[in-house]
């Protein structure tokens, strides 16, 4: 039990929603009468974290993520359950969270000191490298309410990783800061996890896979896996991208459609599992209706690998006859920047005709291009004629993410881009 650090029991926080502001008064008057409505933030909470692990917390907006580790760090009272932690904490939370915005930089490292339980001798000795690791120059000496947020990040997790805590808990704030700030924090935590114990919170799935070792998934306040983190975010990217579990499949296979656009006549965008709009256009004599991403064994998969063999399945419904059918897609980075544009054309491959009111599906394969991690919009498009003079039947913008790792130690060369064929599964 003496290498447990933090232990959650059954740990609850409920908040009272009211209608209206005078709900509240009126159930403050009358005892016997209730007017509220008991939302569950966290509901049931219990883990352990033994001393010298990492563990990540996922999950996707209002899962209860953040409530949990202010209740861990007690930011917030629990309604119900136990927390214990044994050693010294230090948090990173909130942006500008436990700061004092009309005092100094330097004001506000000794304050924040001293709120962790260490002296004003044992921050002196840490105060220089709090600021060489934060290094915001001068600005050191001024007012935090005139820090940007890469600022106040950079003086934030420089004061938590350096007071010396054996458990540091960080809330997805590294996400403000530069790339090169962010990889200095990545090479402290690493040197950290060695002595201490690490609770961490990220979207970023690639660090949760390199730094984590097991991970919890919240959804809807309560924890709904635990494990080891490689399968967990497989089926957690899986779940944000198609808005399914596991048990929601049966051999690989969907039950429920995720339907990428909807046939419409009167609109030019649909929301997608996220409420984000895709948008599409063409003259919808045939559209698109199912769009996944599979590897070679026919397996659904929410990620794939530089060099993997993938395949983008496409399931259509043809209006009315398409004598001269043609499929292509492009891959882009996340700023739009086109990487990859093909079609059928392009590469010699010839679709059979798409005859009226029948239902298509295609399966292209292709190896995934030498291309860093990370993510990478695909729009889809379905167009009839010749490449001379074609016109657009059905196009999709960001019909899927591909969610790119590089798990490779080292690789001679680049990888390059083939398509192997298209096929037509059934008519």
């Known amino acids: 039990m003496n290498d447990i650090t933090i232990d959650v029991k059954n740990v609850t926080k409920a908040y009272k929603l009211y209608d209206k502001p005078m709900d509240r008064v009126k159930e403050t008057l009358l005892k016997n009468k209730c007017y509220h409505k008991d939302f569950y933030a966290v509901n049931g909470v219990s883990f352990s974290v033994k001393r010298g692990e990492t563990v990540g917390i996922i999950g996707k907006n209002g899962a209860g993520k953040s409530t949990l580790l202010k209740m861990i760090t007690g930011v917030l009272t629990p309604t119900s359950g136990e927390i214990s932690l044994s050693g010294t904490v230090s948090a990173l939370l909130e942006l500008g969270t436990g700061f004092d915005a009309e005092r100094s930089g330097i004001d506000n490292i000794y304050l924040n000191g001293r709120i962790n339980g260490l002296t004003r001798e044992e921050i002196d000795v840490s105060l220089n490298s709090i600021m060489e690791f934060a290094d915001i120059g001068d600005f050191i000496y001024q007012p935090i309410k005139t820090y940007s947020s890469g600022m106040l990040v950079r003086l934030a997790f420089a004061t938590a990783i350096n007071v010396k805590p054996e458990i540091l808990i960080v809330d997805e704030a590294l996400s403000v800061g530069d790339v090169r700030f962010q990889q200095k924090c990545y090479r402290k935590i690493r040197e950290f996890k060695q002595k201490g114990t690490v609770l961490f919170v990220s979207h970023d799935t690639g660090a949760i896979t390199s730094f984590c070792d097991w991970v919890i998934w919240l959804d809807n306040g309560k924890i709904y896996k635990i494990g080891e983190p490689m399968p967990i ?10 808005e399914i579990k596991k048990e929601d499949t049966v051999n690989g296979n969907i039950q429920n459609d995720f339907l990428v656009a909807e046939q419409k006549e009167e609109t030019n965008a649909v929301p997608d599992e996220n409420n984000t709009c895709i948008l599409e256009f063409g003259n919808r004599a045939a559209s698109f209706s199912k769009i996944t991403l599979l590897d070679e064994n026919h397996k659904l998969i929410s990620q794939l690998r530089i ?35 093909t079609n059928t ?12 009111d029948k239902k298509y599906c295609f399966e292209w394969r292709f190896k995934f291009p030498c291309f860093h991690a990370g993510d990478y919009p695909m ?43 298209v096929e037509l599964l059934q008519r």
Request: negative net charge.
């Open 379 to 421: 729009d889809i498009a379905l167009a009839e004629g010749t490449y001379q003079n074609h016109e657009q039947i059905h196009f999709v913008t960001d019909a899927l993410i591909l969610k790119c790792v590089d798990d490779r130690m080292f690789q001679e060369g680049r990888g390059r881009y083939i398509i192997d064929q």
């Open 345 to 356: 054309v392009f590469e010699k491959i010839e679709l059979p005709v798409l005859e009226a």
């Open 307 to 341: 060099g993997q063999t993938v395949m983008i399945r496409m399931e259509i419904e043809a209006g009315r006859r398409i004598e001269y059918p043609i499929l292509g897609f492009n891959i882009k980075d996340m700023l739009g920047n086109e990487l990859v544009v």
């Open 233 to 242: 975010i497989e089926e957690y990217l899986t779940f944000m991208r198609y």
